[in-house]
């Protein structure tokens, strides 16, 4: 449900000397193992990515640069989350419709996955989504 996904606050150490800020994600900050990093760069502002669920995977995404919008669902409720921040990322369990959209320019979206690549993970149907939660 739509109540699992939370937004997570990354520790922010801002230099006492001026040489700007440095943020860490370490074990205990996310409630998974990361198996695989990727991220989203060059988005044009009309483009919108994701349109799909997962049937295992947990993910966290944070806004390295830039902003965008993540629209999740959990199959009864919608809600949209605007990312554009360096320390705050966003949780995202199994089982919720993502989209991301309205991508400033210059965005960059760092994901940290729970598990490797896999395709048979992906629900890209939203029909069979529906199917799937109900
Ligand atoms: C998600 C959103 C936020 C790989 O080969 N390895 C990978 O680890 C990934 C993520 C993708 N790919 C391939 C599969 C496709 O041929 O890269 C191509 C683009 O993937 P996709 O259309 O799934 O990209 P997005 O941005 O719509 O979705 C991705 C993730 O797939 C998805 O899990 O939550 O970013």
Redesign the pocket.
């Known amino acids: 449900t739509l109540e699992s996904i939370k937004i997570i606050e990354i520790p922010k150490i801002e230099d006492k000397k001026g040489r700007g800020n440095l943020s860490v994600i370490e074990k205990d900050s996310i409630p998974f193992a990361v198996k695989?990093v990727?991220y989203?760069y060059d988005v044009p502002s009309n483009a919108y990515?994701?349109?799909?669920a997962?049937k295992n995977?947990f993910?966290f995404?944070i806004a390295l640069s830039g902003s965008f919008d993540v629209v999740l669902d959990d199959g009864i409720k919608k809600t949209t989350i605007t990312l554009n921040k360096p320390n705050k990322g966003l949780l995202?369990p199994k089982g919720i419709w993502?989209e991301?959209e309205n991508f400033s320019s210059g965005s960059v979206?760092l994901?940290l996955?729970s598990e490797e690549?896999d395709?048979e993970d992906?629900i890209r149907k939203y029909k069979q989504f529906l199917k799937y939660k109900g």
């Open positions: 695989r990727y989203l990515r994701g349109g799909h997962h995977l993910q995404l995202i993502r991301l979206c994901v996955a690549y395709e992906y």
